[in-house]
């Protein structure tokens, strides 16, 4: 029988589907991890508009959960990756003294 995977809350939970099949239950995270192209992942262009895409979509939800108009502002940069692992806060420029300001 062939191994399906299908997101769940119930992770590593079996389930017998039609046809003897067996589905394993991974949680969603876990799914979109293992199959990033379908969550918009696969490479960097596609990462960065999928991220500042859902970041839009969550804003006007919760605007309008509230009934307020939006004012969202977006500004993408290029960072080199000093600049990048100092917001993380690793590297050898993540002391802090560099990233308190």
Request: proline share 9%; charged share 15%; hydrophobic share 40%.
């Given at each position: 029988p062939r191994v399906r995977?299908?997101?769940?809350?119930?992770?590593?939970?079996?389930?017998?589907?039609?046809?003897?099949?067996?589905?394993?239950?991974v949680s969603a995270?876990?799914?979109f991890a293992?199959?990033?192209?379908?969550?918009?992942?696969?490479?960097?262009?596609?990462?960065?508009?999928?991220s500042i895409r859902e970041l839009v979509e969550n804003s006007l939800d919760?605007?309008?959960?509230?009934?307020q108009l939006p004012d969202i502002r977006i500004t993408v940069e290029e960072l080199s990756d000093a600049d990048f692992g100092k917001i993380r806060g690793?590297?050898?420029?993540?002391?802090?003294?560099?990233t308190a300001g």
């Open positions: 995977h299908r997101p769940s809350c119930q992770a590593g939970m079996p389930r017998r589907g039609a046809k003897g099949e067996t589905a394993v239950q995270a876990s799914f293992n199959n990033q192209a379908i969550a918009g992942f696969d490479n960097p262009g596609k990462a960065l508009f999928t919760a605007c309008e959960a509230v009934a690793i590297g050898p420029a993540a002391t802090p003294a560099a």
